[in-house]
């Protein structure tokens, strides 16, 4: 909805940009014609306009090519910014996971910067991430209920979690995957089979 807005936002400064630079261009098209038949008398006055008109013309293009140009750019340094922070976020829960399933128990601790992680991943995660986390905390409390973990536990705990890292990686570089002709079954399969083979299974 943010996001629709601000869109919205760009599209009618675009068009205020674009009404004010057909009344200049009108405007100065009028008074330079206007211009041009009072300076017949003169000499060289119809050529120095001439100049004035294309000057005016230079600036104004120069000017709203910048204006998009930097509107673009910051656009793409706010969406690099923010794919860096879904990283850093993202990175943290799969850090923290390895070393509670490393451990083979939870400390209070632990619960607690999970916690943190997932307030964190409800600011930044897309809708399919937090579905799939739903999912995963589900799995996860289930095997954690008593502070340690089964090897049984640990590959659940592990194939729910290759299932949230399909999605995160959907999040991330599934644009990417698409362009590059690999379909989500595909990288969804390989991500499984991937677990599988080192779970031994």
Do not use: C
């Not at 000057?55 to 969406?79: D, G, P, R």
């Amino acid at each position: 909805m943010r996001q629709w807005r601000k869109i919205t936002v760009l599209r009618r400064q675009d068009m205020l940009y674009l009404l004010l630079a057909v009344a200049l261009v009108v405007g100065g098209y009028l008074w330079l014609r206007a211009s041009y038949r009072v300076a017949e008398e003169w000499p060289f006055t119809q050529e120095i306009l001439l100049v004035i008109l294309g000057i005016v013309a230079t600036v104004l293009i120069t000017a709203l090519l910048l204006n998009k140009q930097t509107e673009v750019e910051l656009e793409k340094e706010w969406s690099l910014k923010f794919t860096e922070l879904k990283m850093t976020i993202y990175t943290s829960l799969l850090d923290l996971l390895e070393e509670v399933l490393a451990a083979g128990q939870i400390s209070q601790r632990e619960r607690l910067r999970l916690q943190f992680i997932t307030h964190k991943l409800s600011l930044v995660a897309g809708a399919n991430v937090l579905d799939e986390y739903q999912r995963f905390l589900d799995v996860f409390q289930r095997a954690s209920a008593d502070d340690a973990y089964s090897s049984s536990e640990v590959r659940e705990v592990q194939e729910a979690l290759a299932q949230l890292t399909t999605e995160i990686r959907r999040d991330l570089v599934g644009e990417s995957d698409a362009e590059a002709g690999y379909s989500q079954e595909a990288v969804s399969a390989r991500i499984m089979s991937n677990m599988r083979r080192q779970m031994g299974g």
